[in-house]
């Protein structure tokens, strides 16, 4: 369970104490709120594939967007996924690499199945290099969150899967990378944080390699 689960039941519960000490029924609604909290901030365990290239989810929902948007005159992909009160909030990163930018913006709390979502609510961007490609995610806030949470700073490394941070309640996360990338999802599908493999990245292999394959080939 994510920490600040922990913190949003116990405040229930002490409210509940609160009520209950002046009548006993009241404390009932504390007490669901609290129940829910915890359920609310659970983070369960996730498979992460080991597949050459992967590029997982970031968050667990429904995918609203596959398509092509321009991005510094640039096409990219973009996938888009929402999540709704009930689905785990945990954020984790789409590949493992570097975190090369982090960049915070503030804006408005439009539902997060808009499209204008994308680019006028409340967001994180965060730019990851590795295996030869970037990918950009963003966490954005919806009508209910009101609060982003990442965890890390630009150099720091992560992992395929690792989780990075949360968005509390409902929200959005946004997935763009190159149009290179094979997409393995379309509208509509259910996605797990971690575990959905939502396309696969051409693998480049480093000059090293390929100087040492052409070596052991001659010989």
């Known amino acids: 369970m994510v920490r600040d689960g922990y913190y949003y039941g116990l405040a229930a519960l002490v409210l509940a104490i609160l009520l209950g000490w002046f009548y006993l029924p009241l404390a009932v609604i504390p007490l669901l709120l609290g129940a829910f909290f915890l359920w609310f901030f659970r983070d369960p365990e996730r498979s992460i594939t080991t597949m050459p290239g992967a590029i997982v989810s970031p968050a667990d929902g429904l995918v609203t967007h596959v398509g092509d948007i321009f991005v510094e005159g640039r096409p990219q992909t973009r996938i888009s996924i929402f999540l709704n009160v009930f689905n785990v ?50 966490q954005i806030a919806g009508l209910l969150a009101r609060r982003i949470v990442f965890n890390h700073r630009v150099g720091d490394s992560v992992e395929r899967g690792q989780r990075i941070g949360l968005i509390k309640f409902g929200s959005r996360c946004d997935v763009i990378f190159d149009t290179s990338v094979a997409v393995k999802v379309k509208v509509g599908e259910k996605v797990s944080g971690g575990s959905s493999v939502l396309a696969v990245a051409p693998v480049t292999i480093p000059k090293v390699e390929q100087s040492a394959t052409r070596s052991g080939e001659s010989a």
């Open 89 to 138: 909030h945990v954020n984790r990163s789409p590949i493992g690499g570097v975190i090369t930018n982090v960049e915070y913006r503030k804006g408005k709390f439009h539902n997060a199945m808009g499209e204008a979502s994308a680019e006028a609510n409340e967001q994180n961007i965060v730019a990851v290099e590795g295996g030869g490609h970037t990918v950009v995610f963003k």
